[in-house]
């Protein structure tokens, strides 16, 4: 079964770094796109970044272009997050989910991990 | 960046009752290809969000058939047709037709 686990979330001073990890497992990872979801703390959901299932293309939201970029490992079943110059509104549970694209010919996200919480706070 | 409006942000709903959510796009969500990327989430409290239905109308894997979604262009309502306890939560419309993808505010169901 499709298995997606965040990893390296933490407590962080604005202006730091943080790298986000998601290993994937129960799929052929190569083969599909993913997505980077946040969601702050008791608000909605906000989508972050996207990659293409080759790496090649890649998307951001506004509010995190210029600071975050996304990269996949396809030989470690692996995508991340690199975060940069971090803000106190960059506080958030990270999502990633898989874009099932490939199969369907529709992008919509069938499958999520439980979330890595970063917190930015001095 | 299209909008994403829902509506209700609460819905109080009876058990065994229909529920009914709107979403609206504040332009079309038509891709190119003539598909409509719209798709409905539902979260339970702590839990990551779940996917319900995809393109409008297509029920995801394991999805009882008590969710339809329906619309098109800029108009989308997702319908529970007898509201069960496990239902309660957040649920949240999301266009992945134009890049940001985006999502609605969320709509808080809750039982009576």
């Known amino acids: 079964q499709v298995q997606l686990a965040e990893s390296g979330g933490g407590v962080v001073q604005p202006g730091r770094s943080l790298r986000l990890s998601c290993a994937a497992s129960?799929?052929?990872?190569?083969?599909?796109?993913m997505q980077w979801v946040r969601q702050a703390p008791g608000k909605g959901l906000e989508w972050v970044a996207a990659?293409?299932?080759?790496?090649?293309?890649?998307h951001y939201a506004d509010s995190v272009k210029g600071r975050f970029t996304t990269s996949r490992d396809n030989s470690k079943n692996t995508v991340y997050l690199q975060m940069n110059s971090l803000r106190v509104e960059d506080t958030a549970m990270y999502y990633c989910?898989?874009?099932?694209?490939?199969?369907?010919?529709?992008?919509?996200?069938?499958?999520w991990g439980q979330g890595t919480l970063v917190t930015v706070s001095s | 960046d299209i909008v994403m409006t829902q509506t209700p942000l609460s819905s109080p709903v009876t058990l065994g009752q229909p529920a009914s959510i709107s979403c609206r796009s504040s332009?079309?969500?038509?891709?190119?290809?003539?598909?409509?990327?719209l798709s409905w989430l539902h979260q339970r409290p702590g839990q990551p969000p779940r996917l319900l239905i995809y393109?409008?109308?297509t029920r995801f894997s394991g999805v009882p058939d008590r969710f339809s979604g329906s619309g098109a262009g800029t108009d989308f309502t997702l319908k529970i047709s007898r509201v069960e306890a496990e239902d309660v939560g957040v649920y949240y419309c999301?266009?992945?037709?134009?890049?940001?993808?985006?999502f609605g505010q969320g709509t808080k169901l809750e039982i009576k």
């Open positions: 989910a898989k874009d099932d694209y490939y199969s369907s010919g529709s992008p919509h996200f069938d499958h």
């Open positions: 129960g799929f052929t990872f190569s083969n599909y796109g």
């Open positions: 990659i293409r299932f080759d790496g090649r293309d890649k």
């Open positions: 332009q079309s969500l038509v891709h190119s290809d003539g598909d409509t990327f």
């Open positions: 393109k409008i109308s």
């Open positions: 999301m266009q992945a037709t134009q890049f940001p993808y985006t």
